[in-house]
């Protein structure tokens, strides 16, 4: 595929009126709540000067007060307001993180599969390589894999990466899995980083068990650093608004320092913090948000279920796995590459080959469901029609 993708599919993209346009199910927003979010961010409010100015480095705070109790509830243990601060997106909050705790040229071990996103926000400033943590078998995280990456890498390591619940398997960590990672890291005194920005979003039967709860039985309190932000759980990737969770007060100062250049605007903090100050409403909003989810992802798998399309359980996320080797002509990345062109071109659905997270075997592709069901039934259908053509 020569031509952008998404250049393609905004000149010709899909609606009711439009049946054959291009279906995008690569991009993991929420796309199913925008009327549950529309009467509180349209509704009138008050404005104070203190919300036009600039804000204090960590963030607002009264919003970091508000962050602080709906991330205590959120993630178990107590967050005190003070170890937080509030940047421009996730990403940069990851950015930042691989600055406080690296070199250039340093490594962070990220077990695979993993966003794509990560290697950007790690390696493009900060020059950090990014060492994949491979399974021994199948894409089950383990603290084994781990601990074997961290021993054969190429350049010193200073953290681990853990993305919980995982992009783009869809799957949470039960509480064992987690202990056992963080007390790896422990072991060869490194930082463990924790991607909780799908915290929100368990859809299934598996419960959400945070990092922050492994502290500091299994490894020191100042060397564990949680990254959340509203763009998933809220459905708000474009307000682009993240938070860092350390108790390490030298990472905290360098999070100050160097989120000026990556600061979230006065006013979105306060809308946001005026959102999560009405506790009932946030809490009916995840509520109903959880709910649309696992509808979305019932109809989901019900339709690649009767389409005879192969994928992997998923309990949270926007997303699910699907594996379609049994497709290859070929079981190579080259091969996997092919076929993402042809549903692109024939199908005209976009979905993300797993080689862009690291996936160690071929034929794997992210499907994003938190999209409207016609859409996702469409797209099944012509994907399915491809396969079997």
Known sequence: MTADPYAVMSADPWSPDNPDGYIDLSVAENRLVFDLLAPKLTAPRSLTAEDTHYQDLAGS??????????LTELQGPEVDPADLVVLGGAGAALEILAFALCDPGDGIVVPAPYFAGVDF??????????VPAWPETGLQLTAEAVDRAIREAPVPVRAVALLSPNNPLGVTYDEPTLRAVAEVAASHDLHLIADE??????????????????????LPAERLHVVWGFAKDFGLSGFKVGV????????????????????????TQAVLRDLLADREWTKSFLTESRTRLATSYQLTTEALDAAG?????????????????????????ESERALADRI??????????????????????????????????????????????
């Open 61 to 70: 705070p009264s919003l970091r007060r508000e962050l602080a109790r709906f």
């Open 121 to 130: 926000a790690f390696s493009a400033r900060a020059g950090v390589e990014v």
């Open 197 to 218: 920005i799908y915290a929100g979003s368990v859809h299934g039967s598996a419960s959400f068990v945070s990092t922050a709860s492994l502290v500091p039985s299994a």
């Open 244 to 267: 860092l969770h350390t108790r390490n007060p030298e990472v905290r100062t360098i999070a100050q320092r160097l989120g000026r250049l990556a600061t979230a605007s006065s006013d």
């Open 309 to 333: 399309i192969p994928y992997l359980p998923a309990t949270a996320g926007l997303f699910l796995y699907l594996d379609l080797s049994q497709f290859l002509p070929e079981p190579t990345f």
């Open 344 to 389: 692109f071109t024939e199908a005209r659905v976009h979905l993300t080959p797993g080689a862009a997270f690291h996936t160690p075997l071929p034929g794997h592709y992210r499907l994003c469901f938190a999209t409207t069901p016609q859409a996702v039934t469409t797209a099944i259908a012509r994907l399915a029609g491809l396969l079997t053509a």
